[in-house]
Nanobody, 126 residues
Framework: QVQLQESGPGLVKPSQTLSLTCTVSGGSITSSDRYWSWIRQPPGKGLELIGYIAYSGSTYYSPSLKSRTSISRDTSKNQFTLQLTSVTPEDTAVYYC??????????????????WGQGTQVTVSS
């Protein structure tokens, strides 16, 4: 059974960098045809794909967030990390890490992902 767990600060000040880590257990992040995504859901809105890191180490970022986003991984710890720079209150959301078996882009649908973390609330406020 694959499990994902997000960790990181729940409160970030405007203009700072949001950093979250997803720890994966029960499966390797380097296993073929596995894509490890960051997805967020702002209050009252739908799911938004931020980007993913593939089993190969290649990355994809949503065009709307690309200039501020970096996703990396530590294979020795079976973790992948999100960094979102220059945050504003509009970045307040529940942030999820999730796994898919295909490299989905565009609009995120919950059914595209077979495993999810529980989600972590991140609030951007001074």
């Amino acid at each position: 059974q694959v499990q994902l767990q997000e960790s990181g600060p729940g409160l970030v000040k405007p203009s700072q960098t949001l950093s979250l880590t997803c720890t994966v257990s029960g499966g390797s992040i380097t296993s073929s045809d596995r894509y490890w995504s960051w997805i967020r859901q702002p209050p009252g809105k739908g799911l938004e794909l931020i980007g993913y890191i593939a089993y190969s180490g290649s990355t994809y970022y949503s065009p709307s967030l690309k200039s501020r986003t970096s996703i990396s991984r530590d294979t020795s710890k079976n973790q992948f990390t999100l960094q979102l720079t220059s945050v504003t209150p509009e970045d307040t959301a529940v942030y999820y890490c999730a796994r898919s078996l295909r490299p989905y882009t565009g609009i995120a649908f919950r059914s595209q992902y077979d495993y999810w973390g529980q989600g972590t609330q991140v609030t951007v406020s001074s």
